[in-house]
């Protein structure tokens, strides 16, 4: 399988225009706010200055009443840009609850002085990425991870650049980049699976197709890599052709499973996003319940941290925009 590292990139107007949708319905505005105060707490002491000269920005610092300009490449540079960000999103969300026009006019102030900052980092050739998401997320973000071997003659590429499945997918990358957010397409995901199969197990005795005393191993046939599934009839799609249950490992007790898209979230949570595009397909409709099932079934991910989508529901702009409104960018951000 190869090894591919994630697009690493955030534009400063896809950033803007992400924030400016989350901050309309934060998930908890002051929760957020004592977070992020824990983290700029957490960040080197100082204060992060810029230049501009002409088209290009320079940052510095003040020690002893004088300037000691910063390199771009500089952590303490990121990590003071961070500060900056953090420090102007802090008061932003301190001010959401507010109804006060005074409030509500300082706030607005603050969005756009917030905007002016990212859009100075970008031009000043600051990495985004290292400053907009936390530390947790920006080492998901950049490392590299296995992802399914796909063939690009067949496939579709997305602006970014990304070879993808189908269109729709496609359109979900574009749309995710727009909105700046950090996702994995495809990766490699080995998930422990015996207890599910014990559970199977014991539901086929409860229902008189096994003895009491038949053990896990009986219910499947393991030659040449392949397992075949000793099952009755209503569970044979174990053992149709592309069925995720084909690549179980009876004596490591494993399944691997593909997922469409992974976004970490602030928290630290792994959100997982499957489209499923061609359900009026068997084997396809097969696997793409399954692979929901496994996951659900060995707590993989909570129900909460999983999206299935379907085609009609991602077939415009707008219907996307809203999709990762709703699920992802309040948690995304704070």
């Known amino acids: ?62 020690q002893d009443g004088h300037q000691k300009y910063m390199s771009q490449r500089s952590n303490n540079t990121h990590a003071l840009a961070r500060k900056s960000y953090l420090m102007l999103l802090q008061e932003i969300l301190e001010l959401t ?15 756009a002085k917030l905007q002016k900052l990212i859009l100075s980092f970008e031009r000043g050739n600051l990495n985004l990425a290292r400053i907009v998401l936390t530390s947790e997320q920006y080492k998901w973000f950049t490392r590299s991870f296995v992802q399914k071997k796909i063939d690009p003659s067949k496939a579709h590429q997305a ?28 990766e490699k995901q080995t998930i422990y699976v015996f207890p599910l199969v014990q ?16 053990k896990v191993e009986q219910l499947f046939d393991f030659r040449k890599g392949i397992t075949t599934w000793n ?35 602030a928290d630290g949570t792994i959100f997982i996003w499957e489209h499923e595009g061609l359900m009026d397909f068997f084997i396809y409709r097969c696997n793409a319940t399954e692979r929901i099932t496994v996951m659900k079934t060995t707590h993989t991910v909570d129900k909460e941290n999983i999206l299935e989508t379907y085609q ?17 960018l309040p948690r995304l951000w704070f």
């Not at 026009?101 to 102030?109: E, N, Q, S, W």
């Not at 559970?199 to 038949?214: H, I, N, Q, T």
């Not at 249950?245 to 992974?262: A, E, H, L, Q």
């Not at 529901?313 to 409104?325: A, N, R």
């Open 1 to 62: 399988m190869p090894e591919v590292t994630a697009l690493n990139r955030i534009l400063a107007q896809s950033f803007n225009r992400s924030i400016i949708i989350a901050l309309q319905n934060p998930p908890d505005a002051k929760a957020s706010a004592a977070r992020i105060q824990r983290i700029i707490n957490s960040l080197p002491k100082g204060k992060l200055y810029s230049s501009n000269h002409g088209s290009n920005v320079s940052f510095y610092t003040m």
């Open 97 to 111: 609850d507010s109804d006060r026009p005074a409030d509500i006019l300082r706030r607005d102030t603050l969005i």
């Open 312 to 328: 009609d529901e991602v077939d415009s702009p707008e219907k996307l925009i809203d999709i990762i409104t709703k699920y992802i």
């Open 159 to 186: 602006a970014c650049g990304l070879f993808v499945r189908s269109n729709s997918e496609k359109e979900i990358i574009n749309t995710s980049e727009d909105l700046a957010l950090p996702l994995h397409y495809e």
């Open 231 to 265: 099952v009755p009839s209503e569970f044979q799609w174990m053992n149709t052709h592309g069925s995720i249950w084909k690549s179980y490992f009876p004596p490591k007790g494993t399944i691997v499973i593909y997922n469409d898209f992974k976004i970490m979230l």
């Open 199 to 214: 559970k199977l197990r014991d539901e086929l005795v409860s229902e008189g197709f096994l003895r009491e005393d038949a």
